[in-house]
């Protein structure tokens, strides 16, 4: 798979660690960057990343700032966005597995690095299930083309 990958320079660290992961994981990265420790506006990083998953340019991507709050808010701006932000295994599983996230927001500021190790397994790991979510999903992409997800049936 291609991963995008996306920090703010409080994420900075944190992102370098994700690379490594994701490459021994036999993925390809995409780096939007940041590449240092300067300060750079979030919104920036999370548009080149998830504008990359929603052209098919990547598969997911993964993002990080002091909280992930705000990468998360900024990256669901994007058409077709699902980003959410994790802080444990579970959430990281769940967002896949439920909710076919396609974008990993992670703290840099809270979360250590075999934590973090454990929830990039976890979700690049974690196929969507499909099933009655699917419906939800699809609630979710009707929402964004403006419509009311209520009028949402099938799954």
Same mark, same amino acid.
């Given at each position: 798979?291609?991963?995008?990958?996306?920090?703010?320079?409080?994420?900075?660290?944190?992102?370098?660690?994700?690379?490594?992961?994701?490459?021994?994981?036999?993925?390809?990265?995409?780096?939007?960057?940041?590449n240092d420790n300067s300060p750079v506006d979030y919104p920036d990083l999370a548009y080149?990343?998830?504008?990359?998953?929603? +052209? =098919?340019?990547?598969?997911?991507?993964?993002?990080?700032?002091?909280? !992930?709050?705000?990468?998360?808010?900024?990256? &669901? /701006?994007?058409?077709?966005?699902?980003?959410v932000v994790c802080h444990d295994e579970l959430s990281a599983h769940i967002s896949r597995?439920?909710?076919?996230?396609?974008?990993?927001?992670?703290?840099?500021?809270?979360?250590?690095?075999?934590?973090? +190790? =454990?929830?990039?397994?976890?979700?690049?790991?974690?196929?969507?299930? !499909?099933?009655?979510?699917?419906?939800?999903? &699809? /609630?979710?992409?009707?929402?964004?083309?403006?419509?009311?997800?209520?009028?949402?049936?099938?799954?």
């Amino acid at each position: 798979m291609k991963i995008a990958l996306g920090s703010d320079h409080r994420g900075f660290e944190a992102k370098q660690l994700i690379k490594a992961i994701v490459t021994q994981m036999s993925h390809e990265c995409i780096d939007f960057g940041t590449n240092d420790n300067s300060p750079v506006d979030y919104p920036d990083l999370a548009y080149l990343a998830a504008t990359a998953v929603s +052209r =098919k340019e990547a598969d997911m991507a993964i993002l990080v700032c002091a909280t !992930g709050l705000g990468m998360s808010i900024a990256a &669901n /701006k994007v058409k077709g966005i699902r980003a959410v932000v994790c802080h444990d295994e579970l959430s990281a599983h769940i967002s896949r597995d439920h909710n076919d996230a396609n974008v990993l927001c992670i703290s840099g500021d809270q979360i250590g690095e075999v934590l973090l +190790r =454990k929830m990039v397994e976890v979700w690049l790991n974690t196929d969507f299930s !499909g099933g009655r979510h699917q419906r939800r999903v &699809n /609630k979710i992409a009707a929402m964004e083309r403006g419509e009311d997800p209520r009028n949402i049936t099938n799954g």
